[in-house]
């Protein structure tokens, strides 16, 4: 009898990778963010099913519920219309994508291949609650939390500064 | 006293280093440059004094400064000679040297390169006192390309103007000719004697090369190539009118009285070697009578006044030349030194008349100066008349009638060699006469702009004192050289007419010459006229005005081949590799620029690729 | 207990870090490459969170939650600059500028 959390391992390992394949080959920007949402679910199972809830829910709320949520209000501020679906297919034609597939081909091969080497592997399963990460945050990750928020409060004061609107007389400086 | 003599060189070396490496005003480069001259002149007046009271023991003197090197059996060492051939003739460069400085501290007055021309004056002097001290031939050889390489800077000293930096190459390439036989000339003597040091080799010479070996002969042959070039003699004497391209005070001092004489020097200084070698001996009296007369054709029909008196230059050293050859050794130093005199007097006088008339320089555009430059008139006079041998009164004459009665007489004489010299006598007064009958006689044709001042005048009445008495000293100095370079090594040769039928006959010859070319220059100028129209005539005069086709034939041998041969080889395979080194550069640039698009998804993929090979190479290597 | 091993999580994470790269390289909206560069993101952390899992501890879930953090930094300064690009240059091509050239 196959283990359940096996099995939603391998079906969501392939939900996620396709629909990620059709995120990046999407010509109008809100398909491609609603396939990406649908990928980030994915990758939210598979996070509970190696036994790790917290990053699961993590995932869900802050990466696809805030990250790709600014994806959608940036693309609604830009409200670019149906010309932009054309010019999309007219930069994806041809010879575009050939480049830079045999260029990821060959790295994906190259880390399969470091990771396959090194041999027979323990198997994942571990579980590590939420209890665990909140006690191993405040005890020895303590500094990279305070970074991270330093890096959050930099990140805000950036965006908050670039996204005023244009001087009218000057010339804009990024 | 005789321990100052190292300071005779060093003065005008040290005056020079100063004037090249720092600036001064014009009076102080003046005063430096003239000074040190003096300096120098001072000091070589004291070494002869001393000298002259208590003679050395050997009849010469060495000061040993240090020693030069010391490799495979060859130690040279920086040493001055002094012995009665240098006393004299350094004493005679020393006082030459400074009146012509002084003539330039006036002459070169409103020339840029003021401090560069003095500069380069010093060295030239102290590299020719050098040539004259030098105890070996090594350390002449030294002054040898010193004075050389001072030529070629001096004469293209206004290297703003292209032909003067041509007659600059022309005078060192051609010289240069010579200075090889020179070389290969040491290289034999020390492989052959094992030593360069001048009195070492002579007896050495003497002692182990019979009379007449071939060795002697090669040897003396590569060193009177050495002269030939330096001295301007044929087949080598190309050089010399061309090097009229300089400053007067540069053509008065190196191509009159010192560097033009170093040639002569080396042979009267090795002349045991040249007596061991009899037809060597004979060749330099070919030589030098077959350039005397060559030159003195020439010098009849040049328009350029510094070319009539380069032509002379050449001419009367061919009669020094004559003297060596035939054995008349003590002669040809005396001609030197009243040669010194009356042809630095000459230039001297050519360089107030034609800065006077404003750069001009063709005779046939002057004229009736007596009257108006009296004083360079009168100089001149004297001088021309030194050089043409006016009997009993000028130095020339004296020296001229020396080397006619040795042609006749001394050992190596010959009837032959002396009617050549008597033409040579001809030659030189129509020339001489023709020269200043056209520049100071008949009607003015150019005004004079510019008077000369006394820095100018002083030295040419001087010179002109000199070259009146310096003849008298004829005995005294035939005895005081007689130590060094006696007179007739050998059997005196039965001459068929006595001293003074020969005295006699070339001043009948000085008077014929004159008076014919009184008569063609001043009275009847049509017959010259007539003479240089006819076929024969014309053609003559274009053959000698051309130095005898000897530059044509040069151009045609030499020149035109080697630059033919440097134009095909101009992209020979070396350049081509150069090249192709810049070339591939350019090629890799072009490439690698190519990969600086300035995109952004090029300069990811770049990375990525990047990533790939770097992980493949830890992988697999 | 699972039985999944390690190597496959890695893969997976490996795979989704390709496809990631793949749309970066490939897209010449900007919008779409840093879409693609979540995607990119996401990826690493699915390896990290699978390291984690295989030895039982909190470390790689702890890892995986900075990346989210330099995520959203990121994202909201990069859609910040996307939007002065827009005005600029009133397209979102990012092959219209090469500035960096330095030429």
Redesign the interface.
């Known amino acids: 009898m196959i283990n359940f959390m096996e099995f939603a391992f391998y079906i969501a390992a392939a939900v996620a990778v396709i629909s990620t394949f059709l995120a990046i080959t999407r010509l109008v920007a809100v398909h491609a963010l609603l396939y990406l949402i649908v990928s980030l679910l994915a990758v939210a199972v598979v996070f509970y099913t190696m036994g790790a809830p917290l990053v699961a829910a993590l995932e869900v709320i802050i990466y696809a519920g805030a990250i790709v949520v600014l994806f959608v209000f940036v693309v609604m501020m830009l409200n670019l219309g149906t010309q932009a679906r054309e010019e999309e297919r007219q930069w994806l034609a041809g010879d575009a994508w050939i480049g830079p597939v045999i260029l990821s081909a060959f790295l994906l091969l190259e880390v399969i291949y470091l990771i396959v080497r090194v041999g027979p592997y323990i198997n994942m399963g571990g579980i590590a609650d939420p209890k665990q990460v909140g006690i191993a945050l405040y005890g020895p990750y303590l500094v990279g939390v305070e970074l991270s928020s330093m890096l959050l409060l930099g990140a805000l004061v950036g965006a908050c500064h670039l996204g005023r609107p244009a001087p009218r007389n000057k010339e804009v400086r990024g | 006293m005789l321990e100052l003599l190292w300071l005779v060189p060093a003065i005008p070396f040290a005056s020079a280093l100063l004037l090249a490496v720092l600036r001064f005003s014009r009076k102080a480069v003046a005063w430096i440059a003239v000074g040190s001259i003096a300096a120098s002149s001072i000091v070589s007046l004291l070494v002869t004094v001393s000298y002259l009271l208590a003679p050395p023991a050997t009849n010469s003197y060495t000061q040993v400064l240090w020693r030069w090197f010391d490799v495979g059996g060859l130690h040279p060492d920086i040493a001055l000679y002094l012995d009665p051939l240098s006393l004299i003739m350094v004493a005679v460069v020393a006082f030459v040297s400074f009146l012509i400085h002084l003539y330039s501290t006036e002459f070169m007055i409103k020339d840029e390169g003021y401090a560069r021309f003095f500069a380069y004056m010093n060295l030239f002097v102290a590299s020719m006192l050098t040539l004259l001290l030098a105890d070996n031939l090594l350390l002449l050889y030294l002054g040898w390309e010193g004075v050389g390489l001072c030529s070629y800077l001096l004469i293209g000293f206004w290297y703003r103007d292209a032909e003067n930096g041509l007659a600059g190459r022309k005078a060192f390439i051609v010289t240069r000719v010579g200075d090889t036989a020179l070389v290969i000339g040491l290289f034999l003597l020390f492989y052959e004697l094992g030593t360069l040091n001048i009195q070492e080799l002579m007896q050495r010479a003497s002692q182990h090369w019979p009379i007449g070996s071939a060795a002697a002969t090669t040897a003396a042959l590569l060193l009177l190539g050495g002269a030939v070039g330096k001295s301007a003699q044929l087949p080598l004497q190309t050089w010399l009118p061309d090097a009229m391209a300089g400053p007067t005070p540069v053509s008065a001092l190196i191509h009159a009285a010192t560097m033009v004489t170093a040639g002569v020097y080396l042979i009267a200084r090795t002349h045991i070697l040249f007596s061991l070698a009899p037809q060597a001996q004979f060749a330099i009296a070919v030589i030098g009578a077959a350039t005397l007369l060559m030159a003195g054709f020439s010098a009849l029909t040049q328009w350029d006044l510094k070319r009539v008196l380069a032509y002379s230059t050449i001419s009367q050293i061919g009669y020094m030349f004559l003297a060596l050859g035939v054995g008349a050794w003590p002669a040809a130093i005396f001609h030197f030194m009243t040669h010194a005199f009356f042809k630095a007097l000459l230039f001297l006088g050519a360089g107030i008349v034609i800065q006077s008339l404003g750069e001009e320089h063709n005779i046939f555009r002057m004229g009736g100066l007596r009257k108006q430059l009296p004083i360079a008139f009168w100089t001149f006079l004297i001088a021309g008349l030194s050089l043409a041998g006016l009997p009993l009164v000028t130095a020339g004459a004296f020296s001229k009638d020396w080397i006619l009665w040795g042609a006749l007489s001394a050992t190596h004489g010959s009837a032959a060699l002396w009617a050549v010299a008597l033409v040579g006598v001809l030659l030189t007064s129509l020339y001489t006469f023709r020269m200043i009958f056209l520049v100071f006689f008949g009607q003015a044709q150019a005004k004079v702009t510019r008077r000369p001042g006394n820095a100018m005048y002083i030295p040419c009445l001087v010179l002109a004192l000199l070259s009146i008495v310096a003849g008298y000293v004829q005995g005294p100095f035939a005895r005081f050289l007689d130590t060094v370079l006696p007179w007739n090594a050998g059997v005196i040769h039965a001459a068929p007419i006595t001293e003074i039928t020969s005295e006699g006959i070339a001043a009948l010859v000085f008077l014929l010459g004159a008076y014919v070319a009184y008569i063609l220059f001043l009275r009847k100028p049509a017959y010259a006229v007539m003479l240089g129209s006819s076929s024969a005539g014309g053609a003559l005069h274009r053959f000698w005005l051309s130095d005898w086709g000897m530059d044509w034939l040069y151009d045609r041998l030499f020149v035109r081949p080697l630059v033919w041969l440097a134009q095909v080889n101009k992209n020979d395979f070396i350049d081509a590799f150069y090249a192709g080194v810049a070339r591939i550069n350019e090629i890799a640039w072009s490439v690698l620029s190519r990969t600086?698009?300035?995109?952004?998804?090029w300069?990811?993929?770049g990375i990525?690729?990047g990533?790939?090979v770097f992980?493949?190479v830890v992988?697999f290597l | 207990m699972t039985a999944i091993p390690m190597s496959h999580g890695l893969i997976l994470g490996g795979v989704l870090f390709a496809l990631g790269l793949a749309g970066l390289l490939m897209r010449r909206n900007l919008l779409f490459i840093l879409i693609s560069l979540e995607i990119m993101l996401n990826g690493a952390g699915v390896a990290f969170v699978a390291a984690g899992s295989r030895w039982g501890q909190p470390d790689g879930q702890i890892m995986f939650l900075f990346i989210l953090a330099a995520a959203a930094a990121e994202v909201s300064v990069g859609l910040a600059l996307l939007l002065r690009f827009y005005r600029l240059h009133n397209s979102l091509d990012a092959d219209s500028t090469s500035e960096m050239r330095g030429r």
């Not at chain 2, 600086?596 to 998804?601: A, D, I, S």
């Open positions: 600086e698009t300035g995109k952004l998804r300069y990811a993929a990525a690729a990533s790939i992980i493949a992988l």
